[in-house]
């Protein structure tokens, strides 16, 4: 069973930077596809980047140039590097994981993720 666990959220002020971090385990890193996904209150959740088993990875129009996302297969580890936060980065947070391929334009999409962690809380103050 696939369990993913996610750490490092905060609250920090506008223009500062936390990395996220999604623990993994139960899983072949090499055969998933992993992202990071983010819900306010009183909005839909929503992509904000992913990286497939080859290492390509994808960002939402709303988080490229401020946001990196990487991970260490051999830890079974998965990071999200947010630097110059905004108030509208405020969200709590999900690692996800998708077993298998997938093309890039569905690397963002929360329905072709099958494993979730339980979230943390992010919150930029302005």
């Known amino acids: 069973q696939v369990q993913l666990v996610e750490s490092g959220g905060g609250l920090v002020q506008a223009g500062g930077s936390l990395r996220l971090s999604c623990a993994a385990s139960?899983?072949?890193?090499?055969?998933?596809?992993m992202g990071w996904f983010r819900q306010a209150p009183g909005k839909e959740r929503e992509g904000v980047a992913a990286i497939d088993s080859d290492g390509i990875t994808r960002y939402a129009d709303s988080v490229k140039g401020r946001f990196t996302i990487s991970k260490d297969d051999a830890n079974n580890t998965l990071y999200l590097q947010m630097n110059n936060l905004k108030p509208e980065d405020t969200a709590m947070y999900y690692c996800?994981?998708?077993?298998?391929?997938?093309?890039?334009?569905?690397?963002?999409?929360?329905?072709?993720?099958?494993?979730w962690g339980q979230g943390t809380q992010v919150t930029v103050s302005s």
């Open positions: 139960g899983y072949t890193a090499i055969s998933y596809c």
């Open positions: 996800a994981a998708h077993k298998g391929i997938l093309g890039w334009w569905l690397l963002l999409r929360s329905t072709n993720y099958n494993y």
